[in-house]
Structure formats: C-alpha cells, structure tokens
Nanobody, 124 residues
Framework: QVQLVESGGGLVQAGGSLRLSCAVSGRPFSTIPVGWFRQAPGKEREFVAAISGSGGDTYYADSVKGRFTISKDNAKNTVFLQMNSLKPEDTAVYYC?????????????????WGQGTQVTVSS
C-alpha cells in the first residue's frame, strides 16, 4: 500500500506561483513513480506532470510545459509541483498519484494510489 497526502493549494492571482507537495509513504520512495493530475469543475481529470521513481525522468502536459516543474526530495519522501505563471485555466483540484513500475506515465488508470486532492484557484 502507498499513502499520499497533498498540501500547498490555495488562492493566487494570475501570474503568481504556488508549490504543491505530495508526501508519500508505504514503499521505498525511490521505487515509486508519481504523477500529478487535476480536475476542474465540469471537466474530466487531466494529466499534469509525472516523475520516475529515481527522479531522473519527467514528463509534462503541453499546457503546463515551461511553467510547471515536478521534482522529488528523497530525504523528505515528498514530490513537489512548482507552478509558475499561473493562469485562471489552471484552477482545479490537484491530485498526486502513485503507481508501480518504471519511467513516467500520463495515463491515470495506471495509478492505483491517489491522494485526497488540494484546491488551486487562480483569479484573473
């Protein structure tokens, strides 16, 4: 079993920044690939970013590439999502998710473990 707890969401003006955290427990952290997903009201869940277990590989959705950065801190068993140049369309509940295997994946069905989500609201 893997447990995930997100934090760091909030309200920010367009152009601002937020850093989301995802605390991971239950398995050796370096073996756990993690992804961030988001879901806006009335929309389907969408992929945001993913990082491999080692942290050496990352993958981003086109909509956030160049603005968001995913990273891992192995000492803290935590995955971060640094979000810069935020836009109102980034408003959503953000979820981190974990899976088995290697590399990165943008497919939500590949992630059996999910956190409870954290709200990000970007005002115009």
């Amino acid at each position: 079993q893997v447990q995930l707890v997100e934090s760091g969401g909030g309200l920010v003006q367009a152009g601002g920044s937020l850093r989301l955290s995802c605390a991971v427990s239950g398995r050796p952290f370096s073996t756990i690939p993690v992804g961030w997903f988001r879901q806006a009201p009335g929309k389907e869940r969408e992929f945001v970013a993913a990082i491999s277990g080692s942290g050496g590989d990352t993958y981003y959705a086109d909509s956030v590439k160049g603005r968001f950065t995913i990273s891992k801190d192995n000492a803290k068993n935590t995955v971060f999502l640094q979000m810069n140049s935020l836009k109102p369309e980034d408003t959503a509940v953000y979820y981190c998710a974990a899976r088995y295997g290697s590399g990165t994946s943008s497919q939500g069905y590949r992630y059996p473990y999910w956190g409870q989500g954290t709200q990000v609201t970007v005002s115009s």
